[in-house]
């Protein structure tokens, strides 16, 4: 039965991705190993390939569904990423990460006193590279002035 289960996950994940697929060509950039375009293109033969394989050799392991307390987490998780993409133009991608990735490390129990520092660091220091360092535009929202 868990073999027909994963075969079904994996028509399903190859129809999204390579609908992912086709909406990452349809971007209007040049195709170079930097732009909007290259990292969602890879992304999505990556999610094709892992979709054939799954569809090809399906998981020999059973599992269960998930039950109370990680139906929780897994809802506020899914909520706090669905808010951060609604926000995230508008507030910017330091503070709408940060939150998020706070949010996250709340749910799955990280230390309180780790959450704040480690959300603003990372945050902070992915916008470096990706904006500042590889030119990719991130938004800066209420920062502005960064």
């Known amino acids: 039965m868990k073999l027909i289960a ?17 909406s990452a060509l349809s971007l209007d950039t040049d195709f170079n190993p930097v732009n909007e375009r290259f ?7 990556l999610m094709i390939v892992s ?4 569809f090809i050799w399906p998981s020999a392991h059973t599992t269960s569904w998930p039950k109370g307390r990680n139906v929780r987490k897994i809802g ?3 909520c706090a990423i669905l808010v951060y993409c609604f926000v995230l ?11 998020l990735m706070g949010i996250c ?3 799955f129990e990280a230390k309180r006193k780790w959450i704040a520092p480690v959300s603003i660091i990372t945050a902070v220091s992915f916008y470096v590279v990706f904006d500042r360092l590889l030119g990719l535009n991130l938004p800066a929202g209420l920062l502005n002035f960064v």
Request: hydrophobic share 60%.
């Open 105 to 107: 490390m709340w749910v």
């Open 51 to 54: 979709s054939i394989g799954l």
């Open 76 to 78: 506020i998780t899914f």
């Open 39 to 45: 990292y969602p293109f890879v992304l999505s033969v």
């Open 89 to 99: 133009h508008k507030v910017g991608f330091i503070i709408s990460a940060s939150v």
């Open 6 to 22: 994963d075969r079904k996950y994996a028509i399903v994940m190859l129809v999204v991705s390579i609908i992912y697929c086709a």
